[in-house]
């Protein structure tokens, strides 16, 4: 009598070789074709998306800096639920400054991460308060060495509030850039290096938000909707393109 063979357990070695499977690597072609890519790209993305538009709503550059700071792994929708009343309590950055931190983690808890970007929040204020007069620096250089912020932070403050160009990389911008063929860095300093090399300063902001506003809408991380894409004729991960 033949041996019945056992059902294979999950977490077998056949599993998990399944379950570490690299996704497939993007082809990049020459720098020419990156950097042909990357223009046809902001091109397209700038007929789709005719306005580039922050979805933070903010009244100045400080609670710009502020709402950007909350918006880490948070959606922009929520964050603008909690900044209105937020900014009624606190306006400005001495009153965020001398804020109890248990009263402001009660506030801003919806965004999560809550203990973190109230001390980020109140230790940036502090900075801005002693060293800057309570303004946002219009720099880059100065903006990074304020607490809790980084290059993100500080090109959307850059490009949005001060028309400076900068390319602010969040989660939108790294899988778009890496699935557009732009790019193969996860890094956010590497990526905003790689594209802006290929653009003319004055379209990095707004090229920016709009890969964050198509990221939303249409190349969205679970399901991206391919065959609504503009860019899905020169997209090397489109589903839909045909290569000969």
């Known amino acids: 009598m033949a041996a019945i063979a056992k059902p294979r357990k999950p977490g077998t070695a056949r599993s998990r070789r399944v379950l570490r499977k690299k996704p497939r690597r993007i082809r990049l072609g020459t720098r020419a074709d990156v950097r042909a890519r990357t223009v046809l790209a902001a091109e397209r993305l700038a007929e789709a998306y005719p306005v580039a538009v ?3 709503v903010h009244a100045n550059p400080f609670q710009l800096l502020v709402a950007t700071i909350l918006s880490a792994q948070c959606t922009d929708e929520r964050v603008n639920m909690v900044t209105p009343g937020l900014f009624r309590r606190y306006p ?3 009153a965020f400054a001398n804020a109890e931190p248990g009263e402001l983690e009660r506030i801003i808890q919806p965004t999560g991460f809550f203990r973190q970007k109230t001390k980020a929040i109140i230790g940036c204020s502090r900075d801005l308060v002693e060293r800057f ?3 946002v620096p ?3 250089e100065d903006l990074v060495t304020l607490r809790g912020v980084g290059r993100k ?3 959307v403050v850059l490009g949005v509030a001060f028309g400076i160009p900068g390319l602010a990389v969040d989660t939108h911008v790294t899988r778009l850039s890496n699935r557009i063929g732009m790019t193969r860095q996860a890094d956010p300093v590497k990526i905003e290096t790689e594209v802006t090399r290929n653009l003319a300063p004055e379209l990095w902001s ?3 938000l709009r890969l964050i506003m198509h990221g939303r809408a249409v190349c969205t991380a679970r399901k991206p909707n391919c065959p609504g894409c503009v ?3 020169f997209c090397p991960s ?3 393109l045909v290569t000969s």
């Open 206 to 208: 707004d090229f920016g």
């Open 133 to 135: 007069g309570s303004e």
């Open 92 to 94: 400005d950055p001495a």
């Open 238 to 240: 489109s589903t839909v």
């Open 231 to 233: 860019l899905n004729d």
């Open 138 to 140: 219009p720099r880059m």
């Open 54 to 56: 922050c979805a933070l």
């Open 153 to 155: 932070t500080a090109n």
